[in-house]
Every structure is written in C-alpha cells, then in structure tokens.
C-alpha cells in the first residue's frame, strides 16, 4: 500500500455522514418531496460542504507536505492523478445524460456541451436543469486549478506560511464580500441559485480544509497539541454544526446573515470535525461504524450516479400506488442509489485508479507510515 494512500478511520465515518446527508436531502427533495427524514432532511443539502472541508484537506496535504519540507511538487503529475480520478466517472454519467435527453432524469434544459466538458456549468446554472448535482464538482475542479499554482507561487517566498495564512483570509473574506453582496443588491439568499451554485459564494466551504492542512504541515507542535484534545476538538465541532445547521433550517438567523455567514459557520464546524478525525484517539478513529469504510470509497462514484437513479425510479412509486414515505420503499431506493455508485465504481472508476497507480504512481512521503491509523485501508484521495 502506497504511504500515501493510508486512511485514518475517522476520515471514512465523516465521508460516509457526507454522502448520506446527500441522499436523504435528494430522496426529500425527488422522490418523496415530502419531509421524510425531518430537519436531517432540511440540512442534508449540508453533505456538500462536508465533502469540500475534506477535499480541502485531502488536497491541501498533499501540496503543502512537499513546500513544508523544502521539496519541490510535481504540478503535472498531480494534476495528472486528478484527472484520472475524478474525469472517468464524471464523464461516463454526462455521456448517460447525453444519451437519454428525455424521460425521468431529464431536467428542464442542459447547459452547452463545453461548460459540461470544462466543469463550469455552475456559472449560470438554475434549479431544475438537468445533472445540476455536477455543480460541486464544478468548484471542487476549480480549486484543483488555483490551489496547486498559489502553492507553486508560495512555495517561492521566504516565508510561504505567513503568505498563505494572508491569502487564506483574504479568501474567505471575498466569499463572505460576495455572498453579502447578492443579498444586498441582487435578493439572492443563500439558497438562490445565484448563490448556492457561484464559485465565489461557495468555494469557501474549500478553506477549513485547507487551514487544517497548512496547521498539521506549517505548525506540526500546535497540531500535535490540538491532537491531544481531539475529542473536545470533535464535541465543539458538533455543537457548532448543529447549531448553524438548526438556526439556519428554523429560520434562527436572519436572511442576510444566513446568506452572509452561514456557510462559513456550517464549514467551520466541519471543520473542527475533520481536525478532531486526525487525531488518532478520537471517538471517529476508535468507534468502527459498520459499512463505513466502503461507503466512503464509494461515495463519489455514489454522489454521481444515485440523483438519477432516484429520478428514474420516482415515477414508478407513483404508477404503482406506493407510499414513499414506507421504510422498506426508502431503504429499496437508497440501495438502487448506493448500487448504481457501487457499478460505477467497480466499472469505471477502479481501472482507472489502476492506471493511475502505473502512469502516476503515489510519492512516498518520509515517515508517513506513522500516519496510519488502525484498521488503516487504501484510499484514492
């Protein structure tokens, strides 16, 4: 196993919460379009910000670990295993869509064909057009372009700690500058397609990640020491979550700060989580959740495939007089979802990996072994 492919547990548990908060909200949302599932169906539209903290992480890590030891990265062959992780499966579900323009997974109208193929059909992008989930992948490919060219640039300086804290601030500053000025100016509110779709309103969800990775890679005594108290770490992250979560799903925050901040706060509190997971006794790295591990693996291939499965099966239930709201109908399509991601998975996405591992292979990070968590598996970061 590659050192750089071993995964820490608690990683697993907080991937797997991400893709079922997704389905649980795409099950509201298109199949039952009823509360099904309560206020965790409210926020489950939240699963997103989760995947984006440790993306943030996942990724921040890997370019930053070489800068702090004085190395220098391959940007080519980083961007090379990116696009060999994340292009097969996208573009094997976009040749899907492209195939059946009509019928149940149909949306209102597809952005044009290069935005699909450059991933930026979030610009622009409304509710009710067709493969609109591929919006996170949107900002999640962008940052995969910045991110790499301002760790190429910071690896330049002197003091590319200090720099990048800057940088970092200033961005998250902007998010917030430009969340607060769709609100002021054009009444869009945080769940407005304008906002809830924009780059520049959403690529902040990216940031705790980040700063977690520049802690654990710029300040390795601070990080070791907030280790030590990872499971106050992992309660305030939970508090915090829940609150932002509660406020923002009961109205408890008024439109403009909800727009404004409650990203950033919904982020925030992932991202204590994900710092908590790091730390080896953490309540996520000592409790196994069953099955966690595998949804984990499966969860992009998962968070691509399942919203069209869910829209295929949809009319079915109401052809056939069923209740959606029944729990052996919930857990039939929940498995239909998580089925179709695993196919994906199996038929896609790992060749490719494959590949990945031949033409690209990991580099070896000095004493990454002492990384590996118990139980530790293999993971496509």
């Keep these: 196993m590659p050192p750089s492919t071993i995964r820490l547990q608690g990683l697993d548990t907080l991937r797997a919460c991400a893709i079922v908060l997704v389905l649980v909200s795409h099950y509201a ?14 926020v ?34 980083f961007f090379a295993r990116r696009l060999l992780r994340t292009l097969p499966n996208y573009y094997a579900m976009l040749a899907i869509y492209l195939l059946l323009p009509h019928g149940p997974i149909a949306g209102s109208g ?36 910045v991110l ?21 601030l200033g961005a ?20 407005a397609a304008e906002v809830y779709y924009s780059t520049l309103c959403r690529f902040g969800g990216l940031l705790p990640g980040v700063a977690i990775a520049m802690l654990k890679n710029f300040h390795p005594t601070l990080f070791a020491r907030l280790q030590a108290h990872a499971n106050a770490i992992f309660a305030a992250g939970l508090a915090t979550t829940a609150f932002v979560l509660h406020a923002m799903a009961r109205d408890g925050f008024s439109p403009f700060v909800a727009t404004t901040f409650g ?6 509190g992932f991202g204590l989580l994900v710092l908590s997971a790091l730390g080896p006794h953490c309540i996520l790295n000592r409790v196994r ?27 079915q239930a109401g052809r056939l007089g069923i209740d959606t709201g029944a729990p052996w109908w919930i857990g039939a399509i929940m498995a239909a979802g998580i089925g179709g991601g695993w196919l994906l998975y199996r038929l896609v996405e790992t060749p490719f990996m494959r590949l990945r591992e031949r033409w690209y292979p990991a580099r070896p990070a000095p004493a990454a072994a002492a990384a590996q968590a118990p139980g530790g598996t293999a993971v496509q970061p």
């Excluded at 059909?121 to 591929?134: M, P, V």
């Excluded at 998250?172 to 769940?191: I, N, S």
Aim: proline share 6%; net charge positive; hydrophobic share 55%.
């Design 29 to 42: 949302g298109f199949v039952s379009h009823a509360p099904t599932f309560g206020i965790l169906g409210n």
């Design 44 to 77: 489950g539209w939240s699963g997103v910000d989760l995947f984006f903290v440790l993306s943030g992480y996942l990724i921040g890590n890997q370019l930053l670990a070489p800068v702090a030891r004085g190395e220098t990265s391959s940007t080519g062959s």
């Design 110 to 145: 597809m952005p044009p064909l290069w935005q699909m193929l450059t991933f930026t059909q979030n610009i622009g992008l409304a509710y009710g057009q067709t493969f609109t989930h591929s919006w996170s992948l949107c900002i999640e490919e962008q940052f995969y372009v």
């Design 148 to 168: 790499p060219l301002a760790v190429l640039a910071l690896a330049r300086v002197r003091r590319p700690a200090r720099l990048a804290w800057c940088v970092l």
């Design 172 to 191: 998250a500053a902007l998010g917030v500058a430009a969340r607060a000025a769709a609100m002021l100016h054009g009444g869009h509110d945080a769940f």
């Design 263 to 268: 990203f950033p706060l919904v982020a925030a």
């Design 289 to 315: 959740v069953p099955g966690a591990a595998s949804l984990a693996l499966w969860s992009y291939a998962v968070y691509l495939a399942h919203k069209p499965i869910f829209m295929a099966i949809r009319p």
